[in-house]
């Protein structure tokens, strides 16, 4: 671990004090250690640098170290160091494409082969062609690279805004 200290004069006892980010008080003499790196174990809090509402249940934090997607129930934290890039982009959706793909050519051949019966094969049918549509439209979604998994979320309505803190997180990364 690297660390940078003072050493305290005249052979007095060494005090060790966690300043300014733990503790209740200011460090009662004329020396006290001093930590340069962001570790887990100080408790700093960050400053929040930009942050972007994405919905009522989720919104994007920039602090300092690292990027925070806050949702209702988890937050997920993304440290700067390990962020290879932070994308906007526009995903189809495959489960429904492959679930209306299967249900609309066999709802039309059980149509057809007078196997439904009545409206259980229009049905059938009309669900299919609804979830292939429904995939084809697609979303927009957040796509986070890390060094080692990627991380995507849909964010919906909010693609401009997230395109617009997405660019400022890019312009104060550099």
């Not at 940078?4 to 006892?13: D, E, G, L």
């Not at 997607?69 to 932070?86: A, C, D, G, M, R």
């Not at 009545?118 to 690279?145: D, R, T």
């Amino acid at each position: 671990m690297k660390t940078s200290y003072h050493y305290i004069p005249k052979k007095q006892k060494v005090q060790k004090y966690w300043y300014p980010y733990q503790g209740t008080g200011t460090p009662s003499g004329k020396h006290h250690y001093s930590y340069t790196y962001n570790y887990d174990w100080l408790k700093k809090e960050e400053n929040i640098l930009d942050s972007c509402k994405i919905s009522v249940f989720q919104e994007l934090k920039l602090t300092e170290n690292q990027l925070e997607l806050v949702q209702e129930k988890k937050t997920n934290t993304f440290p700067l160091s390990h962020l290879k890039n932070i994308s906007v982009s526009y995903r189809y959706i495959m489960l429904p494409i492959i679930i209306g793909g299967i249900l609309a050519p066999f709802s039309l051949v059980a149509i057809f082969g007078n196997h439904a019966q009545g409206w259980s094969g229009i049905v059938g049918l009309f669900a299919g062609v609804m979830l292939l549509y429904y995939g084809f439209n697609g979303s927009y979604q957040l796509v986070i690279e890390m060094t080692h998994n990627t991380f995507t979320t849909f964010i919906g309505e909010q693609k401009n805004e997230v395109e617009g803190f997405v660019q400022r997180m890019k312009s104060k990364r550099r």
